[in-house]
């Protein structure tokens, strides 16, 4: 059984450049979150996929960030013009939800510096 | 206020004794509640959820939830120096369909030999 997971592991980009990163979910899973963490803080939710529609944004979340799930299988998050404040732990989850629970279970992360 | 609350850490107990961690919440209509084990450098990973309120054993680990007081908790019995990392506790809010994660800070325990 394969969990989540994330490419690439760690990314060190400059103050302005684009990045993006990749999420494969749990292959059953029907929901698919993105979640962000600095030091010393938990996760924070950003956004959530239900199949591929994009269900819920955090206010924290900048238009600089746009996030998709194409066909409902993997995810992909895009940072534009990335600021020093980008930098963090970019974790995703996936959850298959039934009865009203659904535990979700995370990615290593990806941990993105800005420079 | 923060809307999920954890006791201050560090936190270190002896090996062999009971670690006890504590989580309130501030949303009275919360229905999903989990803990999660986060090593330093790694992602957090998923070691209880409950939904009811009473106690649920797995292994080592006993979870604790009372809804009316808005707190849960974890109970680690024969604590091991393997059980040394930050604890997260998580409510499951819901917000539209979302049914996001909304986290505590940590509570960072150690697990002395």
């Known amino acids: 059984d394969t969990g989540v997971s994330q490419d690439p592991r760690h990314k060190i980009t400059k103050r302005g450049q684009n990045v993006t990163f990749r999420c494969d979910p749990i292959?059953?899973?029907?929901?698919l979150y993105w979640y962000r963490q600095t030091l010393g803080q938990g996760p924070e939710f950003l956004t959530y996929?239900?199949?591929?529609?994009?269900?819920?944004k955090s206010r924290l979340l900048s238009d600089r960030f746009s996030a998709e799930r194409p066909k409902g299988s993997f995810s992909t998050l895009e940072i534009q013009r990335t600021e020093q404040g980008d930098s963090a732990m970019y974790l995703c989850?996936?959850?298959?939800?039934?009865?009203?629970?659904?535990?979700?279970?995370f990615g290593p992360g990806t941990r993105l510096t800005v420079t | 206020q923060k809307e999920v609350e954890q006791n201050s850490g560090p936190l270190s107990v002896p090996e062999g004794a009971i670690a006890s961690l504590n989580c309130t919440y501030s949303d009275r209509v919360s229905q999903s509640f989990f803990w999660y084990r986060q090593y330093s450098g790694k992602s957090p990973e998923l070691i209880m959820s409950i939904y009811s309120n009473g106690d649920k054993e797995d292994g080592r680990f006993t979870a604790q939830l009372n809804k009316a007081s808005q707190y849960v908790s974890l109970l680690i019995r024969d604590s091991q120096p393997s059980d040394s990392a930050t604890y997260l506790c998580a409510v499951g809010v819901s917000s539209g369909s979302a049914r996001q994660l909304t986290f505590g800070s940590g509570t960072q325990l150690t697990v002395l030999p």
């Open positions: 989850a996936s959850s298959f939800l039934a009865g009203g629970r659904g535990e979700q279970y």
């Open positions: 996929f239900q199949n591929e529609a994009q269900l819920e």
């Open positions: 292959s059953e899973h029907n929901r």
